[in-house]
């Protein structure tokens, strides 16, 4: 399994992905799942890839060639050629169509699951950051402000704390802690999601520099925030009082709260 | 969809279920998930549901008939007439089986998703409490104390404060209020999971009464839990320090750290 998390906030955008893939549970291994697409001539763009490992790597080359041009005289269609990242999000698009259309008829033969999901962002040129999650048929949408995240992978275990804390004014610090928490529950509750972590943040404000990290296993602020969380939560689960409804001197009225007799 | 939890810890059995049912988002209802299969002559069995409505009522339907008996002579076999919990567990599993024989070929072939499971918890006469969860398949597992918890349903969303926060030794009044923190966060990111809940306590010590309880949209205890773990999970999220790798001066050296580069 994967966890990768796209969050567009209006300070700018964040993507987060673990790096533990699996055939199997006696097959771990690590993976990047953070792949950059564009970083030259004012484009920035990175995509996350959920799914079948062989069938992201097949989209991800088919990228890096390019895909065929529409007529014989032109260059193959790349990244770095389209002049908008709707354009990105279409041709990435198409190149999951395409690698589904090769791999899928004997995937699906050999009873392998060959989904894939991905998310990609970036921003090209002055033009604005975007964000987008394109499904296993090529079809996408993008991530918007009253919603300011999309998840691959794993998501439901990550996507309370989300729901809760994510919203598109939160500041840039505080929603890259809010990404990591959600990875954090998710790293407990999923064994196939694992550390190291692949972050990376591009500030709206572009005099901000655009951080690229991998969070280790033992990387000392990933550490302190799992450790921390995991104690705020007790300690607020403690402040909660116990439900009256257990209480020895309610035993006697709650058979007639009961809707079952 | 559904979501139902079992708890079985040292003091005792807890049952909570919700009550949200939907075919299509268009059509939403409210049923009860949580049945009781026994309540006489020491028997103390509940039942709680998940998946295909119509597969659900028929398996309930059928053990409230009995099973047919194994020889002409004999009675049909009823939850009542078990001479344990396992048999309980083994007997609904044989309804649910047979329920898939005869309603799925005709749902499969309608396209409509006919799978359910059931988790099954309660004691019979002076014998333990006991805890099953019964897969569509008819198979079952029994609860453990390394694990106390079982869950049918939408599971992920809740799934993360039960592993923190779920073990053998946890108090019954703490259990049924992690329970309730459990159904808090998966009511808040899935629709499809909703109030009121039903819950039931069985204590393992006899002399303390058994609960029964629904818990309506307008109940105190549940409405103040909401609001002060929503308030607390912010203030414990706020305590938490930012990230270092975002402040001003980690820029310089931020590229440094990259694998990507």
Partial sequence: MTYCVGIAVRDGLI????????????NISTYR???????TGGYLIFCMSAGNLSVTQHV???????LPAISPDECPRRIANMP?????AQLVGEAVRAAGSE???????AGVNAGISLIVGGRIGDGPIKLYLIYDAGNF????PETPFLQIGATAYGKPILDRAMNYHTSLDEAVKVGLLSFDSTIRSDLSVGLPLDLVVIPA?????VIRRRIERDDPYFTDLSARWSMLL??????IPDPPFLAPRSYGSSSEASPYE
Avoid: W, Y
């Fill in 84 to 88: 908008s990242m709707f354009r990105v």
């Fill in 141 to 144: 949408i993008e991530c918007c």
């Fill in 15 to 26: 993507l987060i992905s673990d790096t533990r893939t699996n055939a199997g549970l006696d």
């Fill in 103 to 109: 791999l899928k008829p004997a995937l699906r033969a």
């Fill in 205 to 209: 404000d572009r005099t901000r520099e």
């Fill in 234 to 239: 007790n300690q607020s689960r403690a402040a």
């Fill in 60 to 66: 991800l080359g088919q990228l890096a060639e390019g």
């Fill in 33 to 39: 799942k953070m792949h950059m697409l564009a970083e």
